[in-house]
């Protein structure tokens, strides 16, 4: 079972930056696809992004490109989310997840088996 840790949440000024980090561990990482979800209240929970532990592939929602850029260490066992250039609209709760599937299934989060806990971003405009 693959263990998930979010932290780097918190509160920013439109046009701020924020990083995301997601800790993970548990067993065969390389064979798993490590996603960022994000929930706003009200909405739908969404895929922002997603990297393959196993080729660094990544993968973007349109509302993000140019803004964020996911990434893993070497050891592949932290999984980032650098945010910049934040929006009003991208307040959420964000949640890693951790899954194996098809690259192309990546925004489906019925796809994943392992959630972190969340944490908020709020941006203020």
């Known amino acids: 079972e693959v263990h998930l840790v979010e932290s780097g949440g918190g509160l920013v000024q439109a046009g701020g930056s924020l990083r995301l980090s997601c800790a993970a561990s548990g067993f065969n990482l390389d064979d798993y696809m490590i996603g960022w979800f994000r929930q706003a209240p009200g909405k739908e929970r969404e895929g922002v992004s997603c990297i393959s532990l196993s080729d660094t592939t990544t993968h973007y929602h349109d509302s993000v490109k140019g803004r964020f850029t996911i990434s893993t260490d070497n050891a592949k066992n932290t999984v980032s989310l650098q945010m910049n250039s934040l929006k009003p609209e991208d307040t959420a709760v964000y949640y890693c997840?951790?899954?194996?599937?098809?690259?192309?299934?990546?925004?489906?989060?019925?796809?994943?088996?392992?959630w972190g806990q969340g944490t908020q971003v709020t941006v203020s405009s």
């Open positions: 997840a951790a899954g194996r599937m098809h690259g192309s299934n990546w925004y489906v989060d019925l796809f994943y088996d392992s």
